[in-house]
């Protein structure tokens, strides 16, 4: 199986910061990635698929990059609403242990 | 619009079973697959499978293979999540989820979640 590896896991970071996630496959998977923003007590949402493109009405303001094993979310300038906990996942298959990211 | 609506809540003994449905409208049921994902508290996010509602093909992760069973009605567009052998560690909210498919592979709709809780 596949494994993916999330970095960090917990990320301070204040409004208006940029903000990098990384995640890692144990082996190539092209493009086969999909991040999501998941909220205390609520089901996960999906920002990015195919490790780039933006699912409809996620601001401009995340993007997705990478390829084969190595993989990144960014978030250009961080907002209120972006404090939240970050899942990549192999698509179809496993997640990453999740970023945390929170006020400094 | 598209809606996954699970079941509620459950409290399980060691060792039994639990059951857990996600009921579908919206869409064409056949057209997607579901997947199976659930949170221990705390805890990250842990594939569980996915099962195709045209035939009830299937794939498990490996933690879940024998002890998970996913099927399928479709005359009610209702899926079905049975977990085996409950042990503490499986206490979890546990989510069914819509596979966008091959135009949006990652999952674009997600149920409201089913929190399970194991406990003698």
Known sequence: DIQMTQSPSTLSASVGDRVTITCRASQSISRWVAWYQQKPGKAPKLLIYRASTLESGVPARFSGSGSGTEFTLTISSLQSDDFATYHCQHYNSYFGQGTKVEIK | ?120
């Open chain 2, 1 to 120: 619009q598209v809606q996954l609506v699970q079941s509620g809540a459950e409290v399980k003994k060691p060792g039994a079973s639990v059951k857990i449905s996600c009921k579908a409208s919206g869409y064409t049921f056949n057209d997607y697959y579901l997947h199976w994902v659930r949170q221990a508290p705390g805890q990250g996010l842990e594939w569980m499978g996915i099962i195709n509602p045209n035939g009830g093909s299937t794939s498990y992760a490996e933690n879940f293979l024998g002890r998970a069973t996913m099927t399928t009605d479709t005359s009610t567009s209702t899926v079905y999540m049975e977990l085996n052998s409950l042990r503490s560690e499986d206490t979890a909210v546990y989510y069914c989820a819509r596979d966008g498919g091959d135009y949006l592979p990652g999952l674009d709709y997600w149920g409201q979640g089913a929190l399970v809780t194991v406990s003698s």
